[in-house]
């Protein structure tokens, strides 16, 4: 199939080289973000395959990231209702130590435990991805996602 080009449009899925003969999957969402799946596979899978599985986690992808040929469409398929739903993420002011919540382009004031279990705001990078996908499978921490973790303020 074709490599990303542009954006891609939404619902294609992609197949991510992982290295060692090793492929993650992620798939195209409304703008700016992803969502990735908890799947690995040594064979590339087919799309519906793919979106069977259980997502591991949505966020926002810079743009160049989906852009440059590093990630291979292998079909589109129509998003599911949970991936229509547009997720909330944390955002926290290092200066003011204080917590908000971004969802549907709005920043709202938000208490730390209120973030619990939230992604970061932040725009990811296709190796930054690619080493989080591999981390996972690998059974480790990721630096990344550790450098972006909800402080204790």
Partial sequence: MAKVRG????????????GNGRFGYGRVLPEPLMAFYDLQ????MKA??????SV???IGVMYRAIKSDRWEVVGNIPLEEPLKAEPRFFVYDMLAKRFSI????KITPSSREDCIGLESAAGWEAEHIE?????HFAGVPNKWVESLKLPEA
């Fill in 102 to 105: 971004y969802h549907g382009g």
């Fill in 7 to 18: 954006r891609g449009k939404v619902g294609d899925v992609v197949k991510i080289d992982l």
């Fill in 56 to 58: 591991l986690f949505m």
């Fill in 41 to 44: 596979s040594t064979e590339a």
């Fill in 48 to 53: 519906d395959v793919v979106t069977g599985s």
């Fill in 131 to 135: 080493d989080r996908l591999c981390d």
